[in-house]
Each structure stands twice: as C-alpha cells, then as structure tokens.
C-alpha cells in the first residue's frame, strides 16, 4: 500500500531533463527489489494486483539506473525508450522481437512505428504506473 505525500519528488533520469514525478511513499517490504541487470534479464513478470500500486520512486530509481537509454516519461507516468535502425524492415524486425517478449512474458507495451525508428513505452496498467515488470521487460528487450 502506497501513502500520499505533500512533497513533491524530482528525479534525473539519463538524459539530464529534471521531471516532476508523482508524490509516492514506499511503505512495503525492500528485500525484494531486484539489484542487477543479470537479474531482471533472468526474472519473469508476475501479475501484480491493483490493490498494490504502483512502483514507489526510489524502487524506480534504483531499476531504471540498470537500464541503458531508457527515461520515466513523467507525463504519461511511463518506462521510455526510442531505438533507431538503417531501415525500415530492420524496424518491423525489432517490433517483432519486443512482441515475442511481451507473448513470452504477458507484458505488452505501446509502441509507436515510424520509419527507422520504434518508441517503446511500458506501463503497468492495473496499478496505472510502473511495476518490476515493467523494468524487466525492458532489460529483455536490451539483452536480445
């Protein structure tokens, strides 16, 4: 269960843009927060229940400092990338990987397609914000 607080909490993601980030509080147990890249490369998404909410900031944090080129889109409370290719089958051919990830783990992101480049964002929509899960599709992703 996640407690509101008046205090506002910032956070500098990669590329060095200060976001505003929703006022989250952890109040659950830490001893479960994944701490390698090997790690969420390795684990599996679970479902994650509502009544959980979303991933609190510092959990985020510590994840997204794993990942590499990936943002907190604070605007649209969701997990960030843009990749780039030669062309535009080398586009649909990285589309069709991140589906075979999001299958295998019952994850799926949004993506937006245009030529030689791919947006994919994540979000766990049942706690409307970020999950673990959310982290470790992204390290897949990156890994393959």
């Not at 944090?61 to 794993?66: H, M, S």
């Not at 535009?88 to 949004?110: C, G, K, L, M, W």
């Amino acid at each position: 269960m996640l407690r509101q607080s008046r205090t506002p909490y910032y956070y500098k993601n990669s590329v060095n843009i200060l976001e505003r980030l929703p006022p989250w509080q952890p109040l659950k147990n830490k001893n479960t927060m994944i701490d390698s890249l090997d790690k969420l490369i390795n684990s599996n998404c679970r479902p994650i229940p509502k009544s959980q909410g979303p991933m609190n900031l510092t959990d985020a944090q510590g994840l997204l400092n794993l990942l590499d080129g990936w943002t907190f889109c604070a605007d649209l409370n969701q997990l960030c990338k843009t990749y780039r290719f030669g062309s535009y089958s080398q586009t649909i051919d990285f589309v069709n990987r991140v589906a075979s990830i999001a299958q295998e783990q019952d994850h799926h992101p949004n993506m937006e397609v245009g030529y030689q480049r791919c947006k994919v964002a994540w979000i766990t929509h049942t706690v409307n914000g970020l999950s673990e899960s959310d982290f470790i599709c992204a390290a897949k992703i990156d890994a393959r």
